[in-house]
């Protein structure tokens, strides 16, 4: 078989099951790659050796025992927002950095019980609110295709591992491109659910109406199957829907032909760097010639996505942010007057600089005298883009274009203007208003060599079809294979 | 919409975030670039639209009403700032 | 306050909003128990706390509870309401903010009547006891005046936590226990007119929702408190004045107190020359008075915006009526058909309809007894037995005396076995476990009613030979002679004779 860090789920589950290695070793081969590579990336918030080899060693006895399943013995590594109990859950804030969660989320629990090994917590934009990275208390993360570049955001820790290979497999969220946006920035396989598939029980939330735990893998095989044991019904959350559940791996090898690809008008205007659109128009070609017919398609209200997602998760956010108060966890202020200032001079020093930015714009959408104008607005704007999203749909099976305007960006390049920032996520950012499933895979490279990402968004619980897509693609392309430097 | 430095101290304050008076007008500023470029929503068309507050159209699942939850306090507490006596402590309320 | 308010010319007008705490067994959006009593904190779980990642899921009781009470007060029930976050910063809130109900509530309208004058209001009370309220009603013939109040809405919320203000080190405590807990807030049009309209008001709200069982009225744990909205403005005025909303009254008498007080302070205050400003105030028992809180002086801009957490909670006529079919007879259709079936009065009707408790037990009487004796039932369950149950500080349902032994004793009474007396006497024995019923007691202790004509008549005649001084004064006019003569028959058969009987054939004798 292939080196470790190369291997495909399948193909580590099945050396384990052939003891070729153990969970251990699997489990210390990640580690050490992690300890050697993760002081260039700043991936990882936290690990944890003891805690991650004693889940190993629990798994090797599974094994042992002839009880594991797919998963069993796969090393894992969260996002720094899913509650993994014992585990520290900073979110990327100060206000968070001595929290150490008392209990698991449900997605944690799940993949627990599929018996993967935790390898630790990862770094990203402060409570998710970012596009590259660059708003953690704990550092900017680094690109491992090119340290001087960002990784995207808010997943950006989640993508860097993969990247890097310091996991075999990770999880992220996407509230409005966070797993896809920072997949194409580093040529990984994200994918988002539909709203609802995962539960978001034990996610911290950052917008609820639009977060999704979401799966980054090498491949659309591997998200596939970590898929699978991601979703499910949770009592627990009342969004979480009741569904038969699904092996999202069932379908992948279905051959495209016929399949009709959707390809929006705004998604290819203004705004598109000449590289990215180059490397999505060979990619279409690749999938013309598999079989897919591509058809034009209108979404007319994309370009208020934008702002409309920056009303309402901004409005969600100053709401759900309310919590981190200095009294029940987290961070507390060390002086202060009385309880206001107590509240106040903790947020202040707990926060970082977008999110009280955000918690700002969002107390003032929801206040007085401007709800109406800016919140409902924004919400009526939702539903027409889910609309359009609807008609699309009726003259195609998926909707392709590009995940990002631009590749990945140096650092600090948007760092002043939060607008130019928010710009990353144009083409992201309606699937999330509408709750649909989307997916970003490498379908090439552009400046500086950097990866870039094909979006592939697909009616409400068409994930089947859309990595049906993607895995047809990635058999007759071999863009996600390519390795950066550090994992080669 | 343009938010004034009055209003700004307002929301700072509804929201519990410290703002030293230094960093009023950077902020306002900051804000209003912002919402110079949310406020292209204002001009769409949507009368007759129902807002849209999920992204899933169902209704509210309903729970048994059955006790589920054990004590935890221990656990709980020892991730707390100031506690005593099973109470969580804060700067005394004025009533 | 500096002059004496001069009552005559203002108008007060009052608004009530409740908070009923609904009788389920977990809070509203948790599994966490609500009983009361706990260790500080030892029933506020992960979700109640608010650690981060938590979410809320729906208790179905809740919803159930407020079915009920829409049903009940004639409102309707939204087909689809919406939960909504109200946010705002205190230390017992531990979200910073609290799931409430605010564009959609779940019951819309509705009424309530209720009976206002002297004492009148304290008949769907239960505060007092049922003989001593109707030797009140008794001194009041004409029927108090009914009021007919509107509710606005009632909206289910979550309770908030409680802040222990007793001194740790200077700081505030804060226990969560009751953070979670479901909540029914009721609210009415401005439709009171007196403080007396108020507390009538709630205490038939009191009464209703005990009556329903959504709430266990418990006030001295906090289940039914009552914010009122107080206002004054010159009779004639068409617009309100500036109202001030007077929180957490949990009982009867504080919110007399408090509302009497408030209306005094504002009508001072205006006649002073003074502005009322928009505010929200305590009560403080000890002083009398109200006071404004500081802690909600900057709260009023509560943010409201629809829960992304929780789905519109839908509703169908299906399940309205369902759980119509399981209501029980509402008091005021019980009362009608108490006067209507049993010929009782309206105020009879009304004492027995204070409790589903006290109600059944009278039914069950009259089920045993036979609807004939409706009215002797009622004055029994009124009367005796109410003033028993009062003496020994007894609930209704842990009464020695069943319905079933009280109408043995009605029965006897009906048929003339025993005389109301002897029946006391049956009542105490019962009371005290002597006896499984009236013919028991009556059996053991000898005490069945001398009835027969030839006794009856031998009695008189011993009577009066024996008498002769009280037949002469009888017969120089004087009355009183009569009713010694009677006091001695009965006496010789230690209460036994039928009075009735003895009377008559002591007048026939005396006459003849």
């Not at chain 3, 789905?311 to 009362?335: K, N």
Request: charged share 20%; glycine share 6%; net charge negative.
């Amino acid at each position: 078989m292939k080196q470790m860090h190369t291997a495909s789920l399948a193909e580590l589950s099945a050396a384990l099951h052939a003891k070729q290695f153990s969970a251990v070793e699997l489990a210390q081969f990640f580690l050490s790659r992690t300890e050697k590579f993760d002081g260039d990336l700043n991936a990882f918030i936290s690990t944890d050796a003891d805690k991650t080899l004693a889940m190993a060693r629990a798994a090797d006895e599974r094994i042992a025992r002839g009880e594991a399943g797919a998963l069993t013995g796969i090393p894992v590594a969260y996002k720094d927002l899913f509650c993994v109990d014992g585990w520290r859950a900073t979110c990327g804030s100060r206000i968070l950095e001595n929290f150490v969660a008392p209990y698991d989320a449900h997605v944690v629990a799940q993949l627990n019980a599929a018996g993967m090994v935790t390898l630790g917590k990862l770094n990203m934009d402060e409570f998710a609110m970012g596009s590259s990275n660059e708003n953690s208390y704990y550092g900017a993360v680094k690109n491992p295709w090119d340290l001087s570049r960002v990784p995207g955001g808010s997943s950006g820790g989640t993508a860097a591992v993969v990247a890097a290979r310091l996991a075999p497999v990770a999880l992220g969220t996407d509230t409005g491109g966070s797993i896809r946006q920072p997949a194409a920035f580093c040529g990984l396989t994200g994918l988002k659910p539909t709203y609802g598939r995962v539960s978001r029980y034990g996610m911290v939330a950052y917008a609820s109406s639009l977060d999704q735990a979401s799966p980054m893998a090498k491949s659309a095989e591997d998200c596939a199957l970590l898929l699978t044991a991601m979703t499910g019904f949770d009592a627990r959350d009342s969004t979480s829907l009741q569904r038969e559940t699904e092996d999202f791996s069932a379908r992948l090898n279905e051959p495209l032909k016929g399949l009709r690809i959707g390809l929006p008008r705004e998604y290819f205007a203004d705004g598109l760097d000449d590289d990215v659109r180059l490397a999505i128009e060979s990619a279409l070609t690749e999938l013309r010639a598999l079989g897919a017919i591509t058809v034009e398609v209108t979404l007319p209200n994309a370009a208020l996505s934008l702002p409309a997602y920056y009303v309402i998760a901004p409005a969600e956010a100053s709401s759900n942010l309310s919590r981190f108060d200095g009294v029940r966890y987290g961070y507390r202020a060390p002086e202060y007057k009385d309880l206001n200032d107590m509240y106040a001079k903790t947020r202040a020093q707990g926060f970082g600089e977008e999110v009280k930015r955000r918690i700002l714009m969002g107390t003032y959408v929801l206040s007085h005298g401007y709800y109406d104008a800016f919140y409902l607005k924004a919400q009526k704007i939702r539903r027409l883009i889910a609309n359009d999203f609807r008609a699309a749909f009726e003259q195609c099976d998926v909707i392709v274009g590009p995940t990002t305007p631009t590749v990945a960006f140096p650092l600090g390049d948007k760092t002043d203007d939060p607008v130019q920032m928010y710009l990353a996520d144009i083409y992201t950012i309606s699937s999330n208003l509408a709750g649909l499933p989307a997916m970003s895979i490498p379908c090439g490279v552009g400046q500086h060599d950097m990866p870039v990402g094909l979006q592939i968004i697909g009616p409400w619980f068409s994930e089947s079809k859309m990595l049906n897509v993607a895995h047809q693609y990635q058999q007759a392309s071999d863009w996600h294979t390519r390795l950066p430097e550090m994992a080669r | 919409m343009s938010l004034s430095p009055a209003e700004l101290i307002r929301i700072a304050q509804l929201a519990r975030i410290d703002l030293p008076s230094a960093e009023i007008e950077p902020t306002c500023a900051q804000l209003n670039h912002i919402f110079g470029f949310i406020e292209q929503l204002r001009a769409a068309p949507t009368d007759g639209i129902a807002p849209m507050s999920h992204a899933v159209e169902l209704s509210q699942r309903l729970r048994d009403d059955v006790v589920t939850e054990t004590n935890q306090r221990e656990k709980f507490q020892a991730i707390a700032p100031d506690t005593e006596g099973g109470l969580y402590l804060v700067p005394k309320v004025m009533e | 306050m500096n002059s004496v308010a001069n009552f005559a010319k203002w108008e007060v007008v009052i608004g009530l909003e409740t908070h009923a705490q609904l009788r389920t067994q977990s809070k509203i959006f948790s599994g966490s128990s609500i009983a009361f009593g706990a260790a500080p904190n030892a029933q506020a779980s992960a979700v109640d706390i608010a650690l981060p990642g938590v979410l809320p899921v729906l208790n179905r009781e809740a919803v159930v509870c407020a079915i009920k009470f829409g049903l009940a007060v004639g409102g309707t029930v939204a087909p689809r309401s919406i939960f909504a976050r109200k946010n705002y910063f205190y230390p017992d809130l531990p979200k910073a903010y609290q799931i409430s109900q605010f564009e959609l509530p779940v019951v819309v309208g509705g009424s309530l009547d209720v009976s206002v004058g002297a004492g009148a209001e304290s008949r769907l009370s239960t505060a007092e006891p049922l003989h001593r309220r109707e030797a009140v009603l008794r001194e009041t013939p004409v029927p108090p005046p009914s009021k007919h109040i509107r509710l606005t809405r009632a909206h289910l919320e979550e309770d908030a936590g409680k802040s222990l203000h007793e001194d740790f080190h200077g700081k505030t405590g804060i226990d969560l226990n009751r953070a979670g807990t479901p909540l029914l807030e009721i609210v009415t049009e401005p439709d009171m007119r007196s403080t007396a309209e108020a507390v009538a008001y709630a205490k038939a709200l009191h009464a209703l929702v005990r009556w329903i069982g959504i709430c266990d009225g418990n006030m001295a744990e906090g289940s039914f408190r009552c914010d009122a909205n107080v206002s004054v403005r010159p009779f004639g005025q068409a617009e309100f004045g500036t109202r001030r909303e007077i929180k957490n009254l949990n009982s009867f008498r504080f919110m007399q107190q408090a509302i009497d007080y408030e209306i005094a302070w504002q009508i001072a205050e205006i006649e002073d020359g003074r502005k009322i400003t928009q505010a929200t105030v305590l009560f403080d028992p000890d002083t009398g008075e109200t006071r404004s809180m500081r802690s909600k002086e900057d709260a009023h801009d509560y943010r409201y915006f629809p829960d992304p957490d929780l789905l519109p909670l839908d509703i169908s006529p299906e399940w309205v009526a369902e759980i119509g079919a399981q209501m029980p007879e509402l008091p005021q259709a019980m009362q009608a058909r108490f006067c209507a079936q049993h010929e009782l009065s309206a105020y009879d009707a009304a004492c027995l309809t204070a409790s589903p408790e006290l109600a059944a037990y009278y039914e069950n009487t009259v089920r045993e007894a036979g609807i004939a004796q409706a009215k002797i039932c009622a004055n029994w369950v009124m009367g005796e037995l109410s003033a028993r149950l009062s003496r020994d500080e007894t609930d209704i349902a842990q009464s020695p005396v069943s319905p079933l032994m009280l109408a043995s004793i009605v029965r006897r009474i009906a048929d003339q076995t025993i005389s109301n007396k002897i029946a006391k006497e049956i009542f105490d024995a019962l009371w005290q476990g002597e006896g499984a019923d009236a013919d028991t007691v009556i059996d053991a202790r000898g005490l069945r009613q001398i009835s027969d004509v030839g006794a009856i008549e031998a009695l008189v005649e011993e009577v009066l030979a024996a008498n002769q001084k009280s037949v002469e004064e009888f017969r120089a006019g004087k009355e009183k002679a009569f009713n010694a003569l009677v006091g001695q028959a009965m006496k010789a058969t230690k209460g036994k004779a039928n009075p009735q009987q003895v009377t008559d054939l002591l007048r026939k004798k005396l006459s003849a």
